[in-house]
């Protein structure tokens, strides 16, 4: 029995196709919790959960941060579904929101910066990005710089990010952007 070759797999396995998981980095602004902010959401737009849902579906990891905002929104409704999947990232030595127990934390020190600062909130995202392998972000008509930049990021690494942007009016949903493309509806 010198020439005996033997091969575990699962029924309708197909030899050379590799099922890898996505892993998605959500990123948006902070500005839909307030209130008093015309961008102002209690929940995520059905555009963005129907996007969230399609992944679950599929069973990617989901890369998150801890702010509040769309991260938040994020989280909770991931949290709202059971899904466990889910890597949730912060600045500094501990994460400040997690909606689940169960998931994994990862923060990100950036001693080497002021605490607080731009560069190191950006330090966590840098690692989101790097880690992720596909993106969705929510931006803002005029704003969201950060959430931009993370775009930029996924772009500059050759990953596909889905845009979908927010506006001021009221309006649950203006459109999805393909960066590389342009504006949809």
């Not at 996505?22 to 959401?41: A, H, I």
């Not at 704003?143 to 990953?159: E, H, M």
Request: glycine share 8%; charged share 30%; no cysteine.
């Amino acid at each position: 029995m010198n020439n005996v070759l033997i091969h575990y797999g699962v029924k309708g396995m197909k030899w050379g196709v590799r099922k890898d998981k996505d892993t998605v980095f959500v990123s948006g602004s902070s500005k839909t919790t307030f209130e008093d902010s015309g961008y102002y959401r209690k929940d995520l737009p059905k555009p963005v959960r129907d996007e969230l849902d399609s992944h679950m579906a599929r069973g990617s990891k989901f890369v998150v941060g801890d702010a509040p905002g769309i991260d938040r929104q994020v989280q909770d409704y991931l949290n709202s579904k059971d899904y466990g999947n889910v890597v949730v990232y912060g600045p500094g030595q501990a994460v400040r929101y997690s909606a689940n127990k169960n998931w994994k934390t990862n923060p990100v020190d950036a001693p080497e910066f002021e605490a607080g600062s731009k560069e190191w909130l950006a330090k966590k995202d840098i690692e989101m990005s790097n880690v992720s392998t596909k993106g969705i972000a929510i931006v803002l008509d005029n704003g969201s710089s950060a959430t931009r930049k993370n775009v930029d990021r996924l772009i500059d690494s050759y990953k596909d990010v889905k845009v979908y942007e927010l506006n001021e009016l009221g309006e649950e949903y203006d459109s999805w952007i393909d960066p590389k493309k342009g504006k949809s509806k």
